[in-house]
Every structure is written in structure tokens, then in C-alpha cells.
């Protein structure tokens, strides 16, 4: 895995391609998400169910995108940053930067760490 894989994934992100992300992920990968009630967020494990985590974002927010992201590949580590940005229902705005932590092996992602910015959304613009 290099620096322009994760760049190909992060516009696969942005496409909301579900079936292009996961091309990138092991089968028995790991996601633990920005938040949750575990020390680590939400951890949802398998390509499904992290199919289906990805997805459900996209389906809150029809327009998540992750901007400006840039990457670093050693060996079996590498890092993303990136400003996220989306709408939720209530029109109400996130915007904040962000990272993610992968492990990979085998040139796939065994396991994405997820963090961001405590930002509280922004007011819904009328």
C-alpha cells in the first residue's frame, strides 16, 4: 500500500463508492469510528459490517467529503488526514479536521482508526 492508494481511496470516499473503498480493506478488517462508548469508539468488524458503517454515513449526510487529505505509508502503518465535512438532517454543519491510523498487511487495510475534532456543528444556514 502507498501514499497514492490511500490518496485513490480517500476519492472513493468522496464518490461514496462503497464497492471502490472496500476494494482497499481485508476481508476480516477492523473500523473503530470517531465515537462510541469504548475506549476505541465503535469497533465494527468485517468487510460487511464496515461496508454498512461507511454507508450509513453517506446516507445521513448525502454530501460527506473529505477534503485536503494527505498520507504517509511506513511499512505496515500509515496515516490520512483529512477536513471532513457534511450536512446532518437537521441542516445543521460538520466541519473539522480529522486522521486516520491504518494498519495494513498483504497491501490491504487490517485495521482504520478513525479520530476528529470535537467540533459541535455549525448552525443551519437559512
Not at 470517531?34 to 445521513?60: H, K, L, M
Not at 457534511?86 to 454543519?93: C, N
Not at 491510523?101 to 497491501?107: E, K, R, S
Request: proline letters at 4%; glycine letters at 8%; a negative charge.
Amino acid at each position: 500500500m502507498t501514499a497514492a492508494d490511500l490518496a485513490r481511496l480517500f476519492d472513493a470516499f468522496n464518490r461514496h463508492d462503497i464497492d471502490g473503498v472496500m476494494a482497499f480493506f481485508a476481508p476480516d478488517c477492523v473500523f473503530d469510528a470517531v465515537g462510541g462508548p469504548e475506549v476505541y469508539g465503535t469497533r465494527f468488524s468485517g468487510g460487511q459490517a464496515i461496508a454498512d458503517a461507511f454507508s450509513a454515513v453517506w446516507q445521513a449526510m448525502p454530501d460527506a467529503r473529505w477534503a485536503h487529505h494527505s498520507h504517509f505509508v511506513h511499512d505496515d502503518r500509515a496515516v490520512s488526514e483529512w477536513v471532513f465535512s457534511g450536512t446532518q438532517a437537521d441542516g445543521s454543519r460538520i466541519e473539522a479536521e480529522g486522521c486516520d491510523l491504518f494498519t495494513l498487511a498483504d497491501g490491504k487495510i487490517i485495521r482504520k482508526q478513525a479520530f476528529r475534532k470535537n467540533r459541535p456543528p455549525q448552525a443551519a444556514q437559512g
